[in-house]
């Protein structure tokens, strides 16, 4: 069988660098109020920090602090509210020796962070707010560059692909070289199709099954499809809390193509299998 070897390339995290030529798990920590047991009631601090040290634990290398829901219909929320969800829960994690992703697409919100400590931009509008990218140029920070079109209430209309994976591209390579002319450092560069944003189940298919195409571009890839509707169809109609097994499975596909990271919310299982993975490297 052909084994594909990840990129001999350091994620440079500040006093954490990631040796990007093994996969990292980055463990997903929903800080919205829906997110939490009570609906939001009490603080969810506390919640939310156990959650990521128990994903730490299970062998997370990366914590993904997001405020904003990205759903369809999810209601719009303040700057404010968004540094308020994610500042505090940051001022803790940082006391543990994890790398922090913010997914954030507000430049206010990952200053705020990063001044916290936070260490990675994660941005699924990929730099396209107002002052996105010169403030990603300043930070001097890894950021994630992700596939979308549209913003997440319209982009289930904007599902028109010639060919999914040269489009997606093709749309990547646009958003990356506006970041680099606005001085964001190539080696800060992270990529990521964006499952599941502007595309419908076929193409999220056809977008893993050509995954490796990606590596085309040179820049250490991400991938994200915990979860998602399509692994839910895929399993003949599975509903979230039964996509886990469906989803630890296409992120390992995505790893065997070139994937340096998999953003998950099942961690233990996802690292279970990296770990066999790795065994086949090695053996
Ligand atoms: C992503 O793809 N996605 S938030 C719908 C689901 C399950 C999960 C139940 N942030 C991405 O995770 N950041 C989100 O169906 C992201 N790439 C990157 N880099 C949406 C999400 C989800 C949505």
Same mark, same amino acid.
Request: overall charge negative.
């Given at each position: 069988m052909k084994l594909m070897a990840l990129p001999n390339k350091i994620l440079n995290c500040g006093e954490i660098q990631l040796d990007l030529s093994q996969p990292h798990v980055m463990g997903i920590l929903n800080v919205t109020p829906d997110s939490f047991s009570d609906g939001g009631r009490h603080n969810g601090k506390d919640q939310a920090v156990g959650h990521a040290l128990d994903m730490i634990a299970e062998g997370a290398t990366v914590i993904d602090v997001g405020g904003e829901s990205t759903r369809p219909g999810a209601s719009a929320v303040s700057v404010e509210e968004e540094i308020h969800r994610v500042v505090p829960v940051v001022e803790e994690l940082v006391k543990h020796n994890v790398v922090i992703s913010i997914d954030t697409s507000q430049p206010e919100v990952i200053r705020a962070a990063v001044k916290a400590g936070a260490h990675i931009w994660n941005d699924v509008r990929a730099l396209t707010k107002p002052n996105a990218l010169a403030t990603a140029a300043e930070l001097n920070i890894p950021i994630i560059i992700m596939h979308m079109r549209g913003e997440p209430t319209t982009? *289930? *209309?904007?599902?028109?692909?010639?060919?999914v994976i040269e489009d997606v591209i093709k749309e990547l390579q646009q958003r990356v070289d506006d970041a680099l002319n606005a001085g964001v450092k190539a080696e800060n560069i992270m990529i990521d199709p964006g499952f599941g944003f502007a595309k419908n189940a076929q193409q999220n298919l056809k977008l893993l099954q050509q995954f490796h195409e990606l590596n085309s571009m040179g820049y250490p890839i991400l991938s994200a499809l915990s979860r998602k509707r399509f692994i839910g169809e895929a399993l003949g109609g599975a509903d979230a809390q039964h996509r886990a097994v469906g989803s630890v499975a296409a992120h390992l596909i995505s790893i065997q193509q070139g994937a340096c990271m998999v953003r998950a919310h099942d961690v233990k299982a996802t690292v279970d299998a990296i770990r066999v993975w790795q065994a086949l490297q090695t053996a």
């Open positions: 982009m *289930n *209309n904007l599902d028109q692909y010639e060919h």
